[in-house]
């Protein structure tokens, strides 16, 4: 899959709360930065359990969607930034209706293209 066919099959993972499909691009190597703790996380199986715990929260469906995509990508080397658009309804009962931002670099490995580094964020009221 390409970059932007990696990051727009995000939408159809969170609807079907796979999370072997959201970790399943990310390198072995890959450093993580997330909205959710811990702040900082190495590897594709940090990467399985936190989007796994993330889902596990959730009741019901997840709206997931993403606005604004740009890749950009050369030879061996890609990155996106996209905005997304979270909400849902936790087990603990909160509803969640949020943007986050998205920073996402790609290498390509093999011929594959894989996540390396991938850095989540929303905004502070200040």
Not at 20 to 27: F, G, M, N, V
Not at 74 to 102: K, N, P, Q
């Amino acid at each position: 899959m390409s970059p932007e066919e990696i990051i727009r099959d995000r939408v159809r993972a969170v609807a079907e709360k796979d999370a072997a499909a959201l970790a399943a691009p990310h390198s072995a190597d890959v450093v993580l930065y997330d909205v959710l703790g811990p702040l900082h996380a190495e590897g594709r199986d940090a990467e399985k359990e936190r989007v796994r715990s993330w889902l596990d929260g959730y009741d019901g469906p997840i709206d997931y969607k993403i606005a604004e995509l740009t890749v950009v990508t050369g030879e061996d080397i890609a990155f996106a930034h996209y905005l997304a658009h979270l909400a849902g309804t936790l087990r603990s009962g909160g509803v969640v209706d949020m943007w986050t931002r998205a920073t996402v670099g790609f290498q390509r490995r093999e011929g594959r293209w894989e996540i390396t580094h991938e850095h989540n964020s929303a905004p502070l009221p200040m």
